[in-house]
């Protein structure tokens, strides 16, 4: 069983940043940041897949980054140039072996962290 939980979250303005964290019990082989604004869809941000390659959603390429530390575990994305449309509930999510844009495939993802609420005002 792998535990995620976020950290990070908030309330910025337009064109502001902020980071999340993500914090796994174990390490995993795969992982991916999601999120679901108010009474819309989930959807794939960016993911690490297996050989450590990262892949974004094209509406955040250029503003996102995602990256991980191995020696604690943790994941994070670094989020600047902060739009009203990037307010949503971020999820991590953890799964196995993946190649490629893993963020696009939720199904791929076993475990899930509680979720960070990012508000961005215009």
């Known amino acids: 069983q792998v535990q995620l939980v976020e950290s990070g979250g908030g309330s910025v303005q337009a064109g502001g940043s902020l980071r999340l964290s993500c914090v796994a019990s174990v390490p995993t082989q795969s992982m991916a940041w999601f999120r679901q604004p108010p009474e819309k869809e989930r959807e794939g941000v960016a993911s690490?897949?297996?050989?450590?390659?990262?892949r974004y959603t094209d509406s955040v390429k250029g503003r996102f980054i995602i990256s991980q530390d191995n020696a604690k575990n943790t994941l994070y994305l670094q989020m600047s140039s902060l739009k009203p449309e990037d307010s949503a509930d971020y999820y991590c999510?953890?799964?196995?072996?993946?190649?490629?844009?893993?963020?696009?495939?939720?199904?791929?993802?076993?475990?899930w962290g509680q979720g960070t609420q990012v508000t961005v005002s215009s």
């Open positions: 999510a953890a799964g196995n072996r993946c190649i490629g844009a893993c963020y696009k495939y939720a199904r791929l993802f076993n475990y």
């Open positions: 690490i897949d297996s050989d450590g390659t990262t």
